[in-house]
């Protein structure tokens, strides 16, 4: 694989960030009603999504999985409208603290390895974790990687996959440090802070037609 397709094979379109990722999943309504995708179609700013769209999602996503999918897909085709832009200048903060987590651990190629077949699904290929390791820096290498096993895994929660991987990382005696980063990157994902933002950028955006969700004591 050259490396001008690997770029466009590491930056897939309708791909999100991590902390994006975070950001849209408190959007899913602790209780869904028949008609919810429609209203939160009709209330999101913006470019509409046709309607020949929202239901390939229906017909390919679960219940739990649609409203992630259709904000994904609503965050691309509207990427330069000024409200999906405040998004994502809001979630800054989250960007910023995963990657204080994140770039310091400097994992070697067979631990990337291990962490990657730690994740359920669909595994990321060993040639795409050479290629990664090759073209990124080691603080962009797990980002990169999460990214490329999200794109195979369309339907999976990259936190919760992030919290089954620890698991079995229990047995490779991964270093305590990395594992550390990872919980504090799980518990920041779904924690408080984020849930605030969520309130303050995406209720505002829409209105009160979304359910609020129940956030844990982390």
């Known amino acids: ?4 397709r690997m770029r466009r094979h590491l930056k897939p379109p309708l791909d999100v960030t991590l902390c994006e990722e975070a950001f849209f999943r408190f959007a899913v309504p602790t209780k869904l009603t028949p008609n919810w995708l429609s209203v939160l179609v009709d209330n999101l700013p913006g470019t509409k999504l046709n309607a020949e769209s929202v239901e390939r999602i229906k017909r390919r996503h679960s219940s739990q999985e649609q409203t992630f999918q259709l904000l994904k897909l609503w965050k691309h085709q509207n990427k330069d409208q000024d409200m999906v832009k405040k998004i994502i200048q809001g979630i ?6 995963v990657q204080k987590h994140i770039g310091h651990m400097n994992l070697t190629f067979e631990q990337l390895r291990i962490l990657m077949q730690s994740l359920p699904g669909k595994k990321v290929p060993t040639e795409d974790i050479e290629e990664t390791v090759k073209m990124c820096k080691s603080s962009e290498q797990i980002l990169k990687l999460l990214s490329l096993w999200r794109i195979k895994n369309g339907d999976q929660d990259t936190r919760k996959g992030l919290m089954h991987a620890l698991k079995h990382l229990k047995t490779y005696h ?38 609020s969700v129940k956030i844990s004591c982390l």
């Open 1 to 4: 694989m050259d490396s001008s």
């Open 174 to 211: 991964f270093p305590k440090t990395v594992t550390q980063s990872l919980k504090k990157i799980i518990r920041f994902l779904h924690s408080f802070t984020m849930y605030r933002l969520y309130q303050k950028l995406f209720l505002e955006m829409i209105g009160n037609q979304v359910q």
């Open 92 to 97: 800054d903060l989250c960007e910023n603290s």
